[in-house]
């Protein structure tokens, strides 16, 4: 045998047993032999670097360094999950559902997994990239240290796609997490708190040799890509475990609410049982073609739902009510609580939301109160135990002023939280409003984060967003932590940001209810800056999803000289406040004023198909009525959606032919 066939036989043999071992929990040889077989190896690409292979199973050990994770943008979005707590919630999600989809609704119940998520990429059976969720649309590439996870395949078995994305999670068992905290205790190290944060920032540890050491497993649970040729979530399960995957077995498969109720209530008893953390179930709609039809929200996937198990909840004593100012000008009262262990973490604040909560609970300053951490990240104060109540207690007065700037508070009749209005000049909204205009989801500011954008304004270098494109690498340099180079990409990064797409800058001006799929409405709407500028109130309304109390706030921030001339400032450093020539070259407002509804199989994916409707003034919905303009039928389409666009009159379309009309126009 040649060197060659020695060293292919001993990584597919090492393969399989790393399989057997990592992924179906059972061994087929000792770990004395595995690693002797693995010196072998070693021994031989060693002497053999022309047959280097970066998926050996050698490189499980780590080794190497990598300094700065770059950033990749995710080919298909990771959404976030709706959540739900009852019986009822889910039942009102199944209602909503079964409207916009046809024929008989399965669910597919997995449990939910508390840990790091990631995306995988393969491509011809190997693993390309590894990449946590990030903020859904883009994530930081950690393929070094994931390399190193033994459950996760560096190459693939069986009939599996040329390209795919699978996301799972990255979990620390508990054996693993309660071991790793004997020998630092042994060591008189601080402890982990706990095995899902522990996890994740194994993640970005920059040496993958120490990665490698924490005994980390990856679950997965949803296979993402283009002509993947499966039809339902439960068939992808067990493909993805063909493929080699390590694929959690307590999935079922429900026909309705009730049979998905049997499941939660089953777990919501024998999780304590399992070797991972988790805090729920997530319900999906089984069918991948209904899946399509239902679509998206701006946030989460309208087929999916997780129910949350009840959340553990403890009390403790409220020492002091302070208030906090957001970059919007929102107080926030935030209750300080004499520290206690909740969920893993030490919980040492809690929100109180506004003032009519804090009416509504009665909470005083000295309260013993009871505290909950469930769906929620932050926690939160659901009751106050009244039998442990002081006798000198005082009622809570909400306070009247800015605890920032002194500005008298305001509160519109229908809101609920109070208002500093000194938003040009009050601290926490001036670093607030620069830190949302250099975030992920706005302009990305490469070299540029929230603790140095409040270090700028605390140095009195920039007192807004526009200040930015004014500073050099001299003004940075006395800054602490500020190197050369550091500085260097600081500048750059702000200049870059010029070439950002309008509608991120629209969202990053920071326009209270102007979010990002508000801002994509109105920069597709308006085209350019001036244009929004010029709209009234009435004008705003009528462009499609945008209500009232949008369109009076967009009206109120340009109202503003100083917001104007900020406007202005920007516009003569080059900052995108228009859509691009090119992007205007690829929409026009053929389909203006028509609505369509897309339905079943097609040559391109449903997602393009959407884009250019909306790309040619069109409106998508999810469901048929009589304001529906055209129904978009392919393959495998349900009879319903047929015998509502019947009854509603609605004009049928087929793939070619929706593309001709666009091409005659």
């Known amino acids: 045998m040649t060197a060659e066939e020695q060293i292919l036989s001993l990584r597919t043999e090492l393969q399989a047993h790393n399989h057997s071992y990592y992924v179906l929990d059972t061994p087929t040889i000792s770990d004395f032999e595995f690693d002797k077989k693995l010196e072998q190896l070693k021994a031989l690409e060693a002497a053999h670097p022309e047959f280097d292979d970066e998926n050996s199973p050698t490189r499980r050990v ?90 996760v395949p560096l190459k693939l078995t069986g009939d599996y796609p040329p390209k795919f994305d699978i996301r799972g999670e990255i979990v620390l068992p508990w054996d693993g997490f309660n071991a790793m905290n004997e020998e630092r205790e042994a060591l008189g190290l601080e402890l982990y708190r706990n095995p899902r944060n522990t996890a994740s920032g194994s993640l970005k540890l920059q040496d993958s040799s120490e990665v490698a050491k924490r005994p980390l497993q990856c679950l997965l649970y949803t296979i993402t890509g283009n002509n993947l040729d499966i039809e ?22 429900a026909k309705n609410i009730d049979e998905v109720l049997e499941f939660i209530n089953y777990w919501d008893v024998a999780r304590h049982d399992l070797p991972y953390e988790t805090d ?36 403790t004593r409220l020492r002091e009510i302070t208030y906090q100012v957001g970059r919007t000008g929102a107080i926030t009262p935030v209750a300080n609580l004499e520290p206690i262990e909740l969920a893993g973490t030490t919980v040492k604040r809690a929100s109180l939301h506004n003032a009519d909560q804090i009416e509504k609970l009665d909470i005083r300053e000295g309260d013993e109160v009871f505290v909950e951490k469930g769906g929620e990240i932050i926690p939160k104060i659901i009751a106050v135990d009244l039998t442990k109540r002081p006798i000198d207690s005082v009622l809570t007065k909400y306070i009247s002023e800015c605890p920032e700037c002194a500005t008298e508070l305001v509160r519109k009749e229908g809101d609920a939280k109070h208002y500093c209005p000194n938003d040009m000049g009050c601290p926490p909204q001036i670093v607030g409003r620069i830190q949302h205009y250099i975030s992920r989801k706005a302009l990305d500011i490469d070299g540029l984060g929230g603790e140095t954008v409040a270090l700028l304004v605390k140095e009195g270098l920039i007192t807004n967003y526009a200040d930015l494109y004014d500073l050099t690498v001299s003004q940075l340099l006395p800054l602490e932590r500020m190197a050369q180079k550091s500085a260097e990409n600081l500048v750059n990064g702000v200049q870059a940001s010029t070439q950002i797409t309008f509608e991120k800058v629209l969202f990053g001006l920071g326009i209270r209810y102007v979010g990002e799929t508000v801002a994509k409405k109105l920069a597709k709407h308006y085209k350019n800056i001036d244009a929004i500028i010029a709209a009234t109130q009435e004008e705003l309304v009528a462009v499609d999803e945008i209500g009232e109390k949008i369109a009076e706030s967009v009206v109120a921030f340009f109202a503003q000289e100083q917001h104007l001339l900020l406007i202005e400032r920007l516009k003569s450093y080059g900052v995108q406040l228009e859509i691009s020539a090119e992007k205007l070259a690829n929409q026009s407002d053929t389909l203006q004023g028509k609505t369509f509804v897309v339905s079943g199989v097609f040559g391109m994916s449903r997602n393009d198909l959407k884009k250019l409707i909306e790309d040619n003034g069109g409106k998508v919905s999810s469901s048929i009525s009589s304001k529906t303009s055209f129904l978009i039928a392919g393959d495998k389409m349900g009879p319903s959606k047929l015998e509502k666009a019947k009854k509603f009159e609605v004009t049928l379309l087929s793939e070619t032919k929706f593309l001709e009309m666009i091409a005659n126009e």
């Open 232 to 253: 339902t979530q439960i068939e992808s399960l067990q493909k993805a475990r063909d493929w080699g995957f390590r694929v959690p077995e307590a999935a079922k498969l």
């Open 62 to 151: 780590g080794g190497g360094v990598t300094k700065n994770f770059n950033t990749i943008v995710h080919e298909h979005r990771m959404y976030s999950l709706d959540n739900s707590y009852s019986k009822e919630d889910l039942e009102d999600w199944e209602t909503r559902v079964k409207k916009q989809v046809d024929g008989e609704v399965n669910y597919t119940c997995e449990l939910k997994y508390d840990g790091a998520s990631i995306s995988l990429t393969y491509e011809n059976g190997k693993l390309l990239r590894a990449v946590t969720r990030g903020d859904g649309l883009q994530g930081d590439d950690v393929t070094t240290n994931i390399k190193t996870i033994k459950s």
């Open 280 to 315: 729920g179930v997530v319900v999906k709609v089984n069918g991948l073609q209904q899946q399509e039809e239902l679509g998206y929200t701006a946030k989460a996937p309208r087929w999916a739902m997780a129910y949350k198990f009840k959340a553990e909840q403890v009390s």
